[in-house]
């Protein structure tokens, strides 16, 4: 059974957006393994809370997500 797991920051993606991920991470294992593969694949979409995650030691925030780049 293919599977994908994306984990993405809590209430940053609509619905549509989820659906969309869970659409065409579908069709991608479907273009890779056959249509044989589209009843048995599985997608999840994780919204992780603000600040349950880190980079290099780093929590992130939606704060630090939407800052601007520093040069």
């Not at 969309?20 to 294992?29: A, K, V």
């Not at 479907?30 to 992780?48: D, F, I, P, Q, S």
């Not at 704060?63 to 601007?68: E, I, N, S």
């Amino acid at each position: 059974m293919p599977f994908a797991n994306f984990k993405v920051p809590a209430d940053t993606l609509t619905e549509a957006q989820k659906e969309q991920i869970i659409t065409r991470t579908t069709e991608l294992y479907v273009e890779m393994y056959g249509e044989r593969a589209r009843a048995t694949t599985l997608v999840l979409v994780e919204e992780v809370t603000d600040g349950g995650w880190g980079i290099g030691g780093d929590v992130l925030t939606l704060a630090k997500l939407r800052a601007p780049a520093r040069e």
